[in-house]
């Protein structure tokens, strides 16, 4: 019970970078991006081929992961950019086309990891700490490291002119700034998180699959969700960047104890997208029926008085 | 300071939406020049302004300014020459970001971005002392959200934003016309301050002739995509409202004597 719960805690800091890369794009950008799900795969994928065929450092492994993460979102990027695809449809373009990339990466659908060192392992090794434990330890470390890091670079100039991209691209030109370029490096950074964190977690779960980022986008977003509802109870309710990251990281650990306690439940784990999508649906739709029913309410009164 | 040569634009060319909403404008503005553009819905004032900017490509002719020729510029890279301020109060800043941060974004236009951190201490200084200037109020509110602003301060803020960093050429487009009449003249008399003090070249729209005769030095009006009027110095201060109903008129009235010829 414990050991599902450390599981999940571990799974969770380890998706929640991917959950930073999704932020970047859906609340900073207002894209929804479903290069995501082919993305997160690339990252395992490359980092598991890298590791068992070439016998590549695992360090290093998780370098690639996010570099070729880079570059998926970068062909998003130019399919948005240059050529005027809707940001949805360019997203998914590339997700198709990653999925048939994948299986020539790794020559079948799966590989193994089980006999490779991977960095959880390292440490667990030289400490003695559980692999649970260790994955928290260096996920945690990680996840801390990236949110410094985007706290940094959302403050310069060149991050500020990203979110200002998501805020109001009129502005955003009128002030001289390319917004084609902006999008195009929101979705590189973006990107480049959730292939790392699929390498990350290729290496946790020793296997890489080239179905494992299926549904990622849902989990991202169910994530980010999760850490505005529970950032919302909080005095500071995520007025400052920083803590609108960590949320973020937060939410996906939420989210994969939820599921946990769902699985021990009994429920089949199938049937944990479902709820995903329902939480998404529901964390989506709730604030415009509210509104809605606001307005009516206005109007109604308006009309007895 | 700035020159238009035959400046041509066409909407949806070869449809029934076809359009003609500049049909060849000639202007050239002085450094210093303070010009009221006026005329009717539709009259292409927009559309003269949103050319200079770059938000489109105009057909043809030629846009100089400052002896630079930017008709074949992309809007962003004319932005280094150009402050704007738009009609709508929201387009001009950005509402999850804070007063500061919008400054500073803007205080950058055209210059190069790097990753240098985005506002430093000894500016926030300084826009705490502009902002003053604008007697808002907002000069202790620096780190609150833009989207928390009245639309009034948002587009006095705009207006500082866009002369932040000297610009060749202001561009106003009805900047005030979303504001109520006590808030719009509170902008306007900002608009008059701020120009007046840098010396600013300006073109600025407005639907209020009173405005157009009171403030600048000269006045232009549009009717179908051309300049129909052009009066400057003391002759424009000597106008009155009647004279440009006046002027209204007989452009109105060619064109229904046009339309007429058309359909006998
Ligand atoms: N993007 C566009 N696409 C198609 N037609 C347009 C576009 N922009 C303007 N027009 C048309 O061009 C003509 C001139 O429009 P413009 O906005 O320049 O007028 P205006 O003088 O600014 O009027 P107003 O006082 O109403 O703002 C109008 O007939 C308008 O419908
Ligand atoms: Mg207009």
């Not at chain 2, 405005?211 to 106008?239: H, Q, T």
Request: glycine share 12%.
């Amino acid at each position: 019970m414990l050991l599902a719960f450390q599981g999940a805690v571990a799974q969770g800091v380890l998706w929640g970078i991917m959950v930073l890369g999704v932020y970047i794009t859906f609340r900073l950008l207002d894209i929804a991006d479903l290069t995501v799900d082919g993305s997160f795969a690339l990252g395992g994928c490359t980092c598991a081929v890298l590791i068992v065929e070439h016998g590549v450092n695992p360090w290093l492994g998780l370098l690639a992961g996010l570099c070729v993460g880079v570059l998926a979102g970068g062909v998003t990027g130019l399919l948005h950019t240059v050529f005027d695809i809707p940001a949805i449809l360019a997203g998914i373009l590339t997700q198709i086309g990653l999925w048939s990339i994948n299986l020539r990466i790794m020559g079948k659908a799966n590989i193994p990891l089980l006999k490779n060192p991977n960095i959880f392992s390292d440490l667990g090794k030289a400490s003695g700490l559980t692999q649970n434990i260790a994955t928290i330890v260096i996920g945690s470390l990680v996840a801390a490291a990236l949110v410094a890091l985007l706290y940094w670079f959302f403050g310069t100039e060149i991050g500020s002119a990203l979110r200002a991209t998501g805020n109001n691209e009129d502005m955003v030109r009128a002030l001289g700034v390319d917004i084609r370029m902006t999008k195009l490096l929101a979705l590189m950074v973006s990107n480049g998180l959730v292939g790392l964190s699929g390498a990350l977690v290729c290496q946790s779960q020793k296997y890489a699959d080239v179905g494992m980022g299926t549904g990622a986008i849902i989990v991202g977003l169910a994530a980010i969700v999760i850490g505005e509802v529970l950032g919302r109870t909080l005095p500071g309710k995520l007025r400052s960047f920083s803590s609108r990251l960590i949320a973020a990281v937060v939410g996906s650990i939420v989210y994969f104890l939820i599921r946990a306690i769902v699985l021990q439940l009994g429920l089949d784990p199938n049937d944990m997208k479902l709820l995903s999508a329902i939480i998404v649906a529901l964390a989506l739709s709730v604030p415009v029926v509210w509104s809605r029913y606001q307005l009516k309410r206005a109007y109604s009164k308006g009309g007895v008085a | 300071m700035l020159t238009l040569t035959g400046v041509r634009k066409t909407f949806n060319p070869g449809t029934v939406n076809e359009k003609v909403a500049l049909a060849g404008i000639d202007l050239h503005l002085e450094r210093g020049d303070f010009v009221t553009v006026i005329g009717g819905n539709g009259a292409g004032k927009s559309t003269m302004l949103n050319s200079i900017a770059g938000v489109f490509p105009i057909d043809s002719g030629t846009i100089l300014l400052g002896g630079n020729d930017i008709s074949r510029l992309p809007e962003h890279a004319r932005a280094r020459y150009l402050g704007r301020v738009f009609q709508d109060p929201m387009r001009g800043t950005a509402a999850d970001m804070q007063i500061d941060e919008n400054l500073a974004f803007a205080a950058r236009r055209g210059k190069s971005r790097t990753l240098r951190w985005g506002i430093s201490k000894a500016e926030r200084e300084e826009y705490t002392e502009e902002l003053a200037k604008l007697g808002l109020g907002l000069e202790t509110r620096l780190s609150d959200k833009v989207g928390l602003l009245s639309g009034g301060q948002r587009q006095a803020l705009t207006l500082l934003m866009a002369t932040l960093q000297r610009p060749d050429l202001l561009l106003l487009d009805e900047h005030t016309a979303a504001l109520d009449p006590k808030t719009a003249a509170k902008v306007l008399e900002l608009t008059e301050q701020i120009v007046g003090e840098e010396n600013l070249t300006t073109l600025m729209v407005t639907h209020n002739m009173h405005d157009a005769i009171r403030l600048g030095n000269r006045l232009i009006m549009m009717s179908d995509g051309k300049i129909i009027y052009d009066v400057r110095g003391e002759e424009k201060s000597r106008l009155h409202r009647a004279d440009l109903m006046a002027k209204f008129e007989e452009a109105a009235g060619e064109e229904l004597a046009n339309d007429r010829m058309l359909l006998g």
